[in-house]
């Protein structure tokens, strides 16, 4: 749909979890949503929208505590620029009388966390009609599908029929994985494809909460139910009314929790904290591990009939290392995703496609999209090469072959004490050992720890060369202790390191 006079939205709030609920659930509607983390971002999204569009349009949601320049301080910022943008205020305490009559003069609006969607349209329709443009709070634009922002080659696309299949069901889906994998982008891609697609998305951490707190998060507490229970307060299940409820690390929640979530996947039903009323809710729920599930129900730390009610659709991300097709249309993806606009990203050259591809990516997409992030800023493909290659082992193709030029065998003195017991074939294997690590280190020393010039002295594959060095506890920790630079005291040292 083309552009209109109004539907952005500016979120500020220093919490994740919060900030990809409001983009979830505004996006959803058709907003146009920026995210900001502290008042002074949100001013400066106001401004660069201002000069974009030329007009104030947008609508500010924004946390009372915010970091640096608080909610109140960021509302009297943009009452003296833009005097007549709609603000929409949030805090998860109580706040004072006099914060309140506050919020009441500087015309904006109030809404207590958590922030259920209802709620907030209600908010948005009466700040822009009092505004007098209330098509800000009807508009609504068919969402783009999330599956057009994934490239080529990857697994999302891959399983993208299984995706829209299980989308169109209403069967609780089970994803696993490694951390990291994408477990969240899927489950959200699976929203994005159902009926529910308009509804609520929300995302729980069942291991980023205590224990304690994750009952009265999922299923909402009544007023006097514990102290500091000064009211009542709906949960997360009932944030997701009609939409989706992803339950993260599920693995990590306690025992006796997971009866109460059995019921809610039975029964569709359960009881607030300190209320002996029934709530009805009509939620899809997902979870997400990368625990051993079954391992942990021979444990007794996971309930086996929930597994079962949870492991009906069941999808196992693997991890990049099993994906080594995809990472460079992911690696290009991130620089576009992440890129200023206006500026260019940089390429992705020969030798940081060979890093790239070598590297085992423990942390999987999510370390990857770090750090084609921090290439973006540093621009410096040697370094990030160099970082690479002392970050973690490379994978050798199984084809490759070490091959070393035999070396004057060492000195007596220099050969390693061998036991009496050994063998020939272990003596023989500790000489071969000692011969090769003396010539790396010939090679290293005539090349003043260069590696690339070493491998090529050595006449061997670059990667290889490293992966030997590390065979031989050759690292560059080591390097550094075996040559010392030698400096006088109080003068500035500058190390400039190659290959």
């Not at 301080?73 to 943009?78: G, M, S």
């Amino acid at each position: 749909m083309g552009t209109t006079n109004a539907g952005a939205i500016v979120v500020g709030d220093s919490c994740f979890d919060d900030r990809s609920y409001f983009e979830v659930l505004l996006q959803s509607q058709g907003y146009d949503v920026t995210l900001a983390e502290d008042g002074d971002e949100v001013l400066r999204s106001l401004e660069a929208r201002k000069e974009q569009r030329g007009n104030d349009d947008s609508i500010v949601l924004m946390d009372l505590m915010l970091p640096g320049k608080g909610g109140l301080d960021t509302l009297q910022e943009v009452r003296r620029r833009y005097n007549g943008i709609p603000v929409i205020l949030t805090s998860t305490v109580p706040i004072p009388d006099s914060v309140m009559e506050s919020i009441r003069t500087q015309k904006a609006a109030y809404l207590e966390k958590p922030v259920l969607a209802e709620h907030l349209a209600g908010a948005i329709r009466s700040l822009c009609d009092v505004k007098g443009n209330p098509a800000a709070a009807k508009r609504v634009v068919p969402a783009v599908p999330a599956a057009r922002t994934l490239p080529e080659g990857s697994f999302m696309r891959q399983i993208d029929g299984l995706i829209t299949q299980v989308g169109c069901s209403e069967v609780p889906v089970l994803l696993q994985g490694e951390t990291g994998v994408g477990k969240e982008v899927l489950a959200r891609e699976i929203h994005a494809r159902s009926a529910r697609a308009k509804k609520p998305f929300v995302k729980v951490n069942c291991a980023a909460l205590p224990t304690e707190l994750v009952e009265s998060e999922l299923f909402g507490y009544e007023k006097g139910a514990f102290t500091g229970a000064f009211k009542d307060r709906p949960g997360r299940f009932e944030m997701a009314k009609e939409g989706t409820i992803l339950l993260d690390e599920i693995g990590d929640m306690d025992v006796s929790l997971q009866a109460k979530l059995l019921q809610v996947l039975q029964d569709g039903e359960f009881h607030r904290l300190g209320s002996r009323e029934l709530v009805r809710v009509d939620v899809r729920v997902m979870a997400a591990t990368h625990q051993d599930l079954r391992k942990a129900i021979a444990e007794g730390r996971f309930r086996e009939d929930l597994y079962y009610r949870l492991n009906v659709i069941s999808i196992r991300i693997p991890p990049m290392r099993e994906r080594g097709a995809e990472i460079l249309a992911l690696a290009q993806h991130f620089l576009e995703k992440h890129r200023t606009p206006d500026f260019p990203p940089p390429p992705i050259a020969t030798p940081l496609r060979d890093a790239l591809l070598a590297y085992s990516w423990p942390g999987n997409i999510r370390e990857l999209e770090n750090f084609m992030r921090r290439y973006l800023v540093v621009r410096d493909a040697e370094l990030l090469c160099e970082e690479l290659e002392c970050s973690q082992p490379y994978r050798l193709p199984a084809t490759t072959h070490v091959s070393f030029p035999i070396p004057v065998p060492p000195q007596p003195s220099a050969q390693p004490r061998v036991a009496a017991s050994d063998s020939p074939l272990e003596k023989a294997e500790r000489n071969k050992q000692a011969a090769e690590r003396q010539a790396v280190m010939d090679a290293l020393e005539a090349t003043h720890w260069n590696r690339k010039k070493a491998a090529a002295l050595l006449n061997i594959d670059y990667k290889a060369f490293l992966y030997k060095m590390k065979k031989l506890s050759l690292g560059v920790r080591e390097s550094v202790a075996t040559k010392p630079p030698a400096f006088e005291e109080g003068s500035v040292l500058t190390v400039a390191t190659s290959g």
